[in-house]
């Protein structure tokens, strides 16, 4: 039986991540942890009856506390109850939260020599460097979730890295492929939320229209895969079939297809080295005509640019990249600011911090810090 812990079962990674235990008899949810969903978690509590409940909303735990207290099911609030989840006797943590405040539950569980099975970008994009290093000293295996991260894995296994070329991270182009700065004038939040190939939630489906998320990604990918962000290439591949290829040295390029569903990443972190069946829609050759690649644009998608100059520099600049982003995105989908703008406000922010090079985990969170109080003051 494998155990797991599982933080942000009430999102999109998190819910899909249920549905592979509930077809799988030998893995068992030790613990559910979600941000303030909870009568979504209440249902999946007393289905799956976990030892225990974090709610990071202090309210909400609250809540679900009164709402569980006929069961035997602790329930516990605020970050410190995200930690507790993570950290409970498993066998594997499932980083599903979206954001910064996974970083905290993933540290401590590596801590305590818990592998992971990562989609949580957010945790490699601000703190790899300290990730990476935890990893190898508590002897932690890091399994990615990201369809694209999971591809690169999956097409480097049994392979020499030392013969690896490049990496081709794939990307949709989202759902304004093709257009131009002007057309883009006027994009609504509702427009934006229209993914034509990935059913995500809100945070990252805006990300990438933006392509932010892509180059969340790549800065990801960087850590991930111990290359520097330069010998990563992303590619549109509007079909989103292609979920990411390798070079290696001698010109050969391997891919891994499929259809575009979440659920084969994360069954196959949480089954490697095996991989099993998986009640899914599958490629059907005969019918695919053709497959299209193409650049990014990067002079209407500047996240992508600012992204790439993030990991160049590396430091504190990568968190300042990325919580720069998680403040201005609640702000456009409220229509306070325009599409246009985020990646304009992602660079003045960036433009504005004093660069740290090797920060601390302290570090980190004061920088996270700092630019939400850069966001409180400026308005």
Not at 72 to 87: D, H, K, P, S, T
Not at 172 to 199: D, M, Y
Not at 241 to 267: C, N, R, T, Y
Not at 270 to 283: A, D, F
Request: net charge negative; glycine share 6%; with cysteine.
């Amino acid at each position: 039986m494998k155990r797991i812990n599982l933080l942000g079962c009430t999102g999109s990674i998190g819910k899909q991540t249920i549905e592979i235990v509930r077809a799988n008899e030998d893995l068992e949810i030790t613990t559910l942890a979600c941000k303030k969903n909870i009568a979504l978690a209440e249902s999946f509590a007393r289905e799956f009856k976990p030892a225990l409940v974090a709610v990071y909303d202090l309210d909400a735990a609250k809540d679900l506390k009164t709402r569980l207290s006929d069961t035997q099911i602790r329930v516990v609030g605020g970050m410190e109850g995200l930690i507790e989840a993570a950290c409970y006797e498993a066998d594997i943590v499932v980083t599903a939260v979206v954001g910064m405040i996974g970083l905290l539950p993933t540290v401590h569980a590596i801590k305590e020599g818990l592998d992971i099975a990562l989609a949580n970008k957010e945790t490699m994009v601000t703190a790899g460097h300290l990730i990476t290093e935890l990893a190898k000293k508590h002897k932690v295996k890091i399994f990615p979730v990201d369809s694209e991260h999971s591809a690169i894995f999956q097409c480097l296994n049994g392979e020499d890295a030392r013969d690896l070329s490049q990496i081709l991270l794939t990307a949709s182009g989202g759902p304004f492929f093709g257009k131009s700065r002007k057309e883009l004038e006027h994009v609504t939040a509702a427009q934006a939320l229209k993914h034509p190939n990935w059913n995500m939630g809100p945070k990252v489906t805006i990300d990438s229209s933006t392509m932010v998320n892509k180059g969340l990604e790549v800065m990801e990918a960087r850590w991930l895969f111990d290359v520097p962000v330069d010998q990563i290439t992303v590619v549109v591949q509007r079909q989103s079939l292609i979920h990411s290829m390798v070079e290696f040295k001698d010109g050969a390029v391997m891919a891994q297809i499929g259809v575009p569903d979440m659920k084969l990443p994360i069954q196959y972190a949480l089954t490697y080295p095996r991989r099993r069946n998986l009640e899914s829609k599958r490629v059907n050759f005969h019918e695919i005509t053709e497959i299209n690649f193409a650049k990014p644009d990067l002079d209407t998608f500047k996240g992508l640019v600012l992204a790439y100059r993030a990991g160049r520099i590396g430091g504190s600049l990568p968190t300042v990249f990325n919580a720069a982003n998680e403040q201005i995105v609640p702000m456009f989908l409220k229509d306070q600011v325009s599409f246009l703008e985020i990646p304009e406000l992602i660079e003045e922010c960036m433009d504005a911090h004093t660069l740290i090079q090797k920060p601390d985990l302290q570090q980190i969170l004061d920088t996270e810090k700092w630019v939400k109080e850069y966001f409180r003051v400026r308005g």
